[in-house]
């Protein structure tokens, strides 16, 4: 069973970058027809796409968070992360980390999500 | 971007009781429309994908349809575990995008 699982400080300053990572267990990150996407929620914009790796390091960010958006993939320790810099108070959210098929586009794997808050 | 629109926004419904969500972009989508079940605290589990493929596991109860514009999500027979908020999601183009949740309560 395919496990999703996000890591990462739960307080961000403002300013400062969030960093998050993701590790994949019960499966392979390099799965030909999947993508890694990061996710989030929050209470104001419900979930909002942030932005999506494939295992080659293809990346595609959400436009509205592309200039403070970063993405890595790691097939050897079975991970993707997330950078996100500058962050103000209203990038406070749970961020989920899921799998997304890539024609189709359905996200059927999800982390249990994180909560990080921005706050000094 | 492609907003994504849910009707309504709440309801509350007997056992047994069929229920129906709606969910309207706002350009055509074909059939790129997947929907998810999420409880409090909880990741959001993919019921239904490209419309009215059902995800492995999902109860037969639950049901999708529509093309372009128009979606609808179907519970025939609504059990209290069926409490949940649903979501749609267009996944025609990037930025795939999610509608604003449809809050299901049992009464």
Excluded at chain 2, 76 to 93: G, I, M, N, V
């Amino acid at each position: 069973q395919l496990q999703l699982q996000e890591s990462g400080p739960g307080l961000v300053k403002p300013s400062e970058t969030l960093s998050l990572i993701c590790t994949v267990s019960g499966g392979s990150i390099s799965d030909s027809p999947y993508n890694w996407d990061w996710i989030r929620q929050s209470p104001g914009k419900g979930l909002e796409s942030i932005g999506t790796i494939y295992y080659r390091g293809t990346t595609l960010y959400s436009p509205s968070l592309n200039s403070r958006v970063t993405m890595s993939v790691d097939t050897s320790e079975n991970q993707f992360s997330l950078k996100l810099s500058s962050v103000t108070a209203a990038d406070t959210a749970v961020y989920f980390c899921a799998r997304r098929r890539r024609q189709m586009g359905y996200f059927d794997y999800w982390g249990q999500g994180v909560l990080v808050t921005v706050s000094s | 971007d492609i907003q994504m629109t849910q009707s309504p926004p709440s309801l509350s419904a007997s056992v047994g009781d069929r229920v129906t969500i709606t969910c309207r972009p706002s350009q055509s989508i074909a059939t790129f429309l997947n929907w998810y079940q999420q409880k409090p605290g909880k990741a959001p589990r993919l019921l239904v994908y490209s419309t009215s493929t059902l995800q492995s596991g999902v109860p037969s109860r639950f049901s999708g349809s529509g093309s372009g514009t128009d979606f609808s999500l179907t519970i025939t027979s609504l059990q209290p575990e069926d409490s949940a908020t649903y979501y749609c999601q267009q996944s025609h183009t990037v930025p795939f995008t999610f509608g604003p949740g449809t809050k299901v309560e049992i009464k």
